[in-house]
Structures are given as structure tokens and as C-alpha cells.
């Protein structure tokens, strides 16, 4: 391997085809004239800065029956990420310096992408006492965001010291939005579908009293807040209106709430059971009209892997989650291009640059600013696939099983080197 | 029909041709001996995850009077309270032969999952699923209805008869199997309860009436169904006391003396006296409830009859 690629005739964002070179691992203008470049033709191919997911849960230490930071990492190349952060419901949980940087260092073994821990806000992901921040944040995991995703820091005054500490490092609380007094028992979207099955209603409101209450509290902090999973039409109004009045906040969306509405859960296939559940297609449609607007700034995948176990089960005791990693790509390209609503440079913004930039990470979503790393995601448009159950997760709870897909990621360059090349995983990025 | 899982599963006329059915097993139930030979040889499972001696009690008469062996499965105390699965259950008593098997479960959709998956092939009726469905007591309520409303009930609906059910409409499977298939059988359906009690979705229809006085007054109904109130939403808020409840919501000396003469007072069971329903009015001559009883046997077995000969046609 030289290390040095040509990538001829590739359309870039603004819609220009042109020649990428990248030499010794990084991009350049032109190629130097005296080195040796392997050429590839790219004809039909559009390159768009390497993804960036702000919500993957791998699940090592402790669940590696689910996911192990390597198959994770896999999965994430697969689906065109250079970079994936880990979110800290690990057992032992990431809560303390030292399982950030194990993670991490998992995340170096494997070779196939960034992998940047998540640290929990609080000891335990309890809710009680703020878990060591300031020490994950100069632990050589070098963490910004903090999240007890699975879990929502509900306790105001907890939320807003939380928010206050984070300022001292540029930190930022990624919160789970779910009241839990209102969510005993949810299981599903409330409304008259969740009625009819029989299943406890998670209600919207137990979504949106958290974010209005999390607003008030980052605008009397001047702190930075991140909405994970926004789940509904009345979270994106409420984000839409704090961006407005220029509170510092940002939020994402996942692929199947961009994609998948309740209906699904008629069947009792917990495949499609997932915390925030499913909504109804009017919060689909303002979901997506936010992602376009600018409201909701990225796409994160919240991939949780479950075991067959897990789901094998009647509808209340399966656990929550769905994979992701390897379709939103296709989900996002089907929301944003296909719908002719919006265009690639917003596509590398919701997955790459703009969760790159509120996670501080310099060497992602640079695009193809000469002299920085190469990071970069080569698809498909035309390409139509579908979706099997197996993927490179170890895990099989795709909710996207049987959907016909457009477009699909065909070369992940990670650093300089190929993690997949031609719908191929490598052992590790150039290798 | 292959399972019974949701009361939504029949049509105006399967649901008459069941009732029909469950009319002659009546019939059979009258007689000195209580027995058909009909299902000698296959095998009926009361796979119970929550404890109904009733129900049980019932679906295995039902099944031993059409002459099937019956297992009777309690989850108390057995493997599954050692954390076995609904699959590996279910599937471990099909492996021992298992024709029907008849399902209780604490998890909405259950019966539906068993149907649905590879797990088992058995038939699978659905005895109650968590706050979803239970198709069976809705068919021995629709039994009761039509026999106390029509003097020659066999072939009949329910058009033209109002009925009112009060209680607990959010978690109640009863309430819900019961408003599809009175509905599907041209009854009118209204409902009473708390607001905290009643969903939004069944509140829209337009058929909810929060006040107990209030909807006896403006739905003047044939009969009136009782809902047990379940001892976890007294202590979560849902309503302030059970005095409260029982003055508002309950059915008393007063209220019976305001419905028709003729209305038919139905709950099924076990009654909460003194809460939902008072002495008086649950001895009363309006009171269906042993008639329930009765036929909750009739109709089950009408149900295992129509699954099992269905799965030899």
C-alpha cells in the first residue's frame, strides 16, 4: 500500500466531478508530481465527508453477547463511518477515566474507525451524584459529551449542575428526554393504536416537559445541551423555537424515527420495540421537514444490538433497540435527495460535520480541505439493495429487514486507508 | 379459524355461528350426561402465566366435556418462575402433544406472538393477554346478552340493544373484547369510567360518558356491565378512594332502581362487593352473573370444537 490514491471522476457535494488525490494519508490539491498514485475510477460515485455518529452503543465492557467495540467498528465501516462515539451504558458503566480510555484503546485495536467514548453524567448512569467528568474530559479518551443515555438525568437540579461543570471544558450533556413518572410501563407511542393492542403508552409529553424544562435550564446556564433521539413534532417545534432565541442547543434524529412510524408495532414484533418508540407519520414528516429546515443537525443512529434472545420474546419482555448503523446512509440519501427536498452538502453536514464540530473532534467532517486527514465515505446513489437481518453487527434486530434501499456506501477511507473498499470490510483501515 | 386470539378475528357471522354452537353445547351441559366424545384423543394445555382459577376451571370443563385430555399449567412455582421463556414453555408442552393450547399472560400480544412465530403449530386460543384481549369472555357476554334480550336467540344479533360498560376502559381486556364484538354484532356500545381511566382514542368516539348517573340517564341501556376494579389502580392515583369510586361509579341500590326493569346487570367476576357493585344489585334479579358463569363453559367449548374440526377439514 502505497498510502497514495487518485480517485478519478467523483462527484463531490456541490454536484462537480472532479479527481480527489490523497497522499500519505491526508488531502491534497494535486497530485505531487514524482509519486505513485493507485488510481480508481469513481465515475457515478459521490464522495462526502466519513460519518460521524453521535449515538452508537457497543456495548463492550460487559455485553459482548450483543456487540464488542470490534464488530461495532465493523459495522460502523460498513455503513461509511470514520468515526463513532460510544455511548456509556457499558457494565462496567463509562462513568470513571478508566473504561473511556479502554474503550478507546478497544477503539485503536480495532483499526476501522475513530471510536470516541461517551462519558455518563452521572456514577452508575443513577441519576444520583455527577459521575467524574472533568477527569473523562482529560483522560487521554479526551470526552465531550456526556450522556446517561438509556437513562434521563431527571432531577433539575442535578441536570443543571451537570450543565454548569461541562462549561469548564467545552463539555456538552447529550440528554435522554424521557420524564419517567409518565413513562411507568411504556411500551409503545401513546395514542389509539397503543390502545388497541393493550401495550402502556409512552406519551410525547414525557418527551417535550424534558426539553422545554432542559432549554430553561441551558439558557440559565449558557451551557451547551444535545437532544438525543428526538422522537416528535412537538420537540422539533420546541428546539426550532430555542434556536431562535440562540440557546446553545443541538439535536438528532435517528433513521427510524426518520423512516418507521407505530404502525409496525401491530404485529407484536418487538423488532420494532424501541425507546423513544416509533410515532405517528405526522412526527415522521416534521422530524424530517426539521432535519432539512436546520432545527435537528444530525442523523445518529442510536444502533443498539440485542442478542436473539432479547427479542425472541412476547412484546413486553424484549429489550428496546434496533441496529443502524449500516442503513442510514440509505435513509439519509432516501429523506434528503430522493425526496428532492434538500442536497449532499446538507447530507454531509447532518452526518458528518455537524456532529464532528459539537463533539470537538478536529480530524473528522473536514471534508476535502487540503491537508487535513482523509476521511471520507464513497456511495452509491443508483445502487438498490435490500437489507438482510445479518449485517456485520453480531446482532439481528434490523427493523429495516425487508425494505427495498436506495443508494449505499461503496468505500469507507478512514485516515488515508481504505476500511471498505467495494462493499468489502477490511481487517483493519489498509489492510 | 385456526387461533382465537382478538375478538376482532370474527365476523358477523362466525361470531352468530359460534353463539349457535355454544347454544347446542348448552343444551349438552343440560343433560344427565354432561358428555360429547367428540374430541377423545386430542390434547387441550391451559398454559397459565397469571392466576385465573376461573378461567382455568372453566376452559378445562369445556375441554373434558368434549373429551380431551387436559394438562393444566400454572406458571406459579414451576420452571417459568425460574425465568423460562413463553417459547421454550410452549414449546415444551407442544413437544408432549399439546392440539390447543389456551394461553393467560400477563404481556399484551402474547397469544398473538405464540400464533405468529415458528416457536409452536398448536391452535392457539387466546384466555387473556395482559390489558389487551379476551375473546372468550366477550363471546360467553354476548352469549348471556342475547339470551336475556331474545326470546329465540339462534341465528340472532344484537341490533337494537344498548349497552353500557363501566369501569376501568384503559387496562381492561375485558372492556376491549367486549366493544369490538358487541359492536361487530350490531349492539350499541357506550362506556363509563374516570377520565384517568378512559383513553383519549375511545373518548373521541363519542360513546364515553364520564359520570355514572349522567350515562344511565342518557343511554337508558338493555344491560349494564361491570368492571372489576383491579386492586393496582387504587394505589396509583387513578381515582382519590375507593369510597369516591363506589359512590360514583358504583352500582347501587339507587342506580338499580333507576335502570329498566328488565336491564341485565353483567361482571365477570371475581366482584369487588361493596366497590364497583353492592350486594343488592349483584343479587338482584338483573344479575347475569351465574348465567355468565354458565355459559363461559358453552362457549369455550363451542371454541375448541370449531378449532379442532377446523384443523381436520
Redesign the interface.
Known sequence: MTGNYLLQGVTITTGEVRDVVIESGLIVDKASTGTSHEVMDCSGLVVLPGFVDLHTHLREPGFEQSETVASGSRSAAAGGYTAIHAMANTFPVADTAGVVEQVARLGEDAGLVFVQPIGAVTVGLKGEQLAELGAMAQSKARVRIFSDDGNCVHDPALMRRALEYVKAFDGVVAQHAQEPRLTVNAQMNEGALATKLGLGGWPKVAEEAIIARDLMLTELTGSRLHVCHVSTAGSVELIRQAKARGINVSAEVTPHHLLLTEDLASGYDPVYKVNPPLRSTADVEALREGLIDGTIDVIATDHAPHPKESKDTDWASAAFGMVGLETAYSVAQQVLIDSGKSNFERLGAVMSSNAAAISGLAQQGKYLSAGSAANLTLVDPKDSWDPKPQTLSMSENNPFTGLKMQGRVRHTIYNGQFSYRDLSIMQRAGS | MRHLLSAADLDKDQAIKLLDLAEDMSDVNDREIKKLPTLRGKTVVNLFFEDSTRTRISFELAAKRLSADVINFAAKGSSVSKGE???DTAQTLEAMGADVIVLR??????A??LA??DWVGSAIVNAG?????HPTQALLDAMTIRQGAIKHPRGKDLTGIKVLIVGDL?HS?VA?SNLILLTTLGAEVHVCGPATLA????VSSGRVHFLLDDAIKLVNPDVVMMLRVQQERMSDSFFPTEREYARIWGLNKSRLARIGENTQILHPGPMNRGLEIDAASADSKNSMVLNQVRNGVAVRMAVLLTLLSGEAS
Open positions: 421463556s413463553l417459547k399472560h400477563s404481556s399484551s400480544g402474547s398473538h406472538r405468529h412465530t393477554d395482559g390489558s389487551h384481549e384503559s381486556r376491549r383513553p383519549a382514542s375511545l
